[in-house]
């Protein structure tokens, strides 16, 4: 069947009510939260929506893509535009009115891929594929649930992994270790919203990841709590609780939600949002980064990343560029 969308407030009863009757399901949920896809696991159909979230997946055994070389071709921001948004964004800041914005764009693109095709051959921990709509192939998980433990692991700092030291160049550079140090304490006072005992087990630590031009390294954070008993009966609550993900966003997050509106100057729409599987309880989830879309026959690669104060523009643009990959060896 095709994918129901749903608002807030129904996506939350109908998660609270599969949870009610132990009914594994999925949910998708765009950024702004106003637009939700929840469905039981068994009855997700494969033509109309694939998805392998951390090996969970309803991808039918015999399906596969052509194998080809990869087209990939887009028209960067242009340098005006991108310009007068990040301008707006440090305005901002110096302000006062926000520490750290993530700022993103919309990218034509053009593959020999189709979005199924991207779906298939991509190698991400969460792959998420809609017909005619979208394809998402995620690196960042946003939070997980066993049992009364919630994680939440967000991921900021990228460079290219062939640079010479390119571990200890990221690792050292003092503007993307206070944006990740922003970001981390963001993550931790959003779970304390929902959860006690909130600690920081991994800081910064680096994970590679292959792209089709080659590796590049990212750093994330490991932050835990214990889940209070309420959330742990309400996960639909618990997401929309700490949605949208600080990692896409910024902080302080309010504020910052609409320095954002006004300098990005389009929708996001499913992109940076949060797609993830319930199941007997636990909860496995993905920011909805590393993420294509089509509108009109055009095809659209959205990518970004964290603006503060002391942010170099063309460092910032070129970063944008860099993220604009598809996973594939």
Known sequence: M??????????????????KEMTPFIFVISYDKAKAIVEALDAVDPKEMLFNFSGVSNVPSDLSAIRSNVEWQFTPPSRDSYHRSFKMVQDAERAGNSYLVNLTCRVPLHTNLTLRDIFLRTTARYRLWIRNKLVCFSPEIFVRVEKDRICSYPMKGTIDATLPQAQELLLNNKKEAAEHATIVDLIRNDLSMVA????????????????????????????????????????????????PAGSITGAPKPKTLSIIQNAEGYDRGFYTGCMGIWKEGNIDSAVMIRFVDEEEDQ?????????????????????????IYVPIC
């Open 2 to 19: 095709t994918p129901i969308y749903l608002n807030q407030e129904e996506a939350i009863r109908r998660m609270e009510a599969f949870a």
């Open 196 to 243: 006690h005992h909130v600690t920081v087990n991994r800081y910064r630590y680096v994970e590679e990841i292959v792209t089709h031009r080659g590796a590049i390294l990212q750093t994330s954070s490991e932050i835990c709590g214990h889940l209070h008993p309420y959330y742990q009966e309400h996960p639909g609550e618990l997401i929309m609780e700490l949605l």
């Open 299 to 323: 095809l659209y690669y959205k990518a970004g990343g964290g603006i503060t104060a002391m942010s170099d523009e063309e460092s910032e643009y070129n970063e944008i560029i860099e993220k």
